[in-house]
């Protein structure tokens, strides 16, 4: 509930008038605290990697919102809190925070690591019977995309390693979270059981459309460039970035 999803969920829900638990594993951090103080919210200390935090957290909740980092413990992690939904006396109903549901993507023989993740949290979910879920599966996400380009924006590039034609329907971490509101508020969960939704931008738009509108907005020339995977890997990791 304090990631960029989750928090946008808990505060379209506090906006709302709803009560709100928000699990975290440090109330006293600086992204706990930021939703500490509106309306509704309650901090609870837990952890999707310890199940014994979990039972007391969802004590009297009606429906939640499970959105986890991508990490190599996140199969067991999501398995965790799903459980203690499932075995909950007071929750009905689950939306999970997914991935790109381009076919392939989530899947467990995906190329892609964390879609395998998700595709195996996806089918335990699937096999629950006491809980309604709900998935939503976003592409691309706008935050990632500013934190991609906050090194090469200054030197006049977008850099990544794919075709530059290549495109992606971009979606606001925001609306996300507002859309797993707006399905934890529903009035009914049926309609809503069981699907995996695609939650994307209005359009799909490449880099060199990316360049363009740098371009017209700093006043400057910006140039889409596609590096080798590994020149763009080693790029990242000097930046700090996690590979």
């Not at 505060?11 to 638990?21: E, I, P, Q, T, Y």
């Not at 975290?24 to 952890?47: H, N, W, Y």
């Not at 499970?66 to 939306?95: H, M, R, W």
């Not at 089918?123 to 709900?134: A, H, M």
């Amino acid at each position: 509930g304090t990631g960029n999803v989750g928090g946008a969920c808990v505060r379209a829900l506090s906006a709302a008038g709803a009560n709100v638990k928000v699990l975290t594993r440090d109330p006293s951090s600086e992204k706990a605290q930021a939703i500490a103080c509106l309306e509704g919210v309650t901090l609870v200390q837990g952890d999707f990697c310890e199940p014994s935090s979990l039972p007391s957290a969802l004590d009297g909740v009606e429906a939640a919102f499970l959105g986890c980092s991508n990490f190599e413990g996140q199969v067991a992690a999501e398995k965790n809190l799903i459980d203690a939904a499932a075995t909950s006396p007071s929750c009905a109903y689950l939306v999970k925070l997914g991935t790109c549901g381009t076919e392939g993507y989530t899947a467990k023989d995906s190329v892609i690591q964390y879609g395998q993740y998700h595709a195996e949290i996806e089918e335990y979910l699937s096999q629950v019977s006491e809980l309604k879920w709900t998935v939503l599966r976003p592409n691309d996400f706008m935050q990632n995309h500013m934190g991609d380009i906050f090194g090469t924006l200054p030197m006049g590039i977008i850099a990544y390693p794919m075709d530059a034609s290549s495109k992606a329907t971009i979606v606001d971490t925001r609306d996300v979270g507002e859309l797993a509101a707006n399905l934890l508020l529903s009035a009914g969960y049926d309609r809503h059981h069981t699907q995996k939704y695609d939650v994307c931008g209005p359009d799909p738009i490449c880099t060199e459309q990316l360049a363009s509108m740098y371009t017209a907005a700093l006043g400057r020339p910006i140039a889409a460039v596609s590096p080798p995977a590994s020149e763009w890997i080693a790029g990242a990791e000097k930046a700090g970035l996690s590979t």
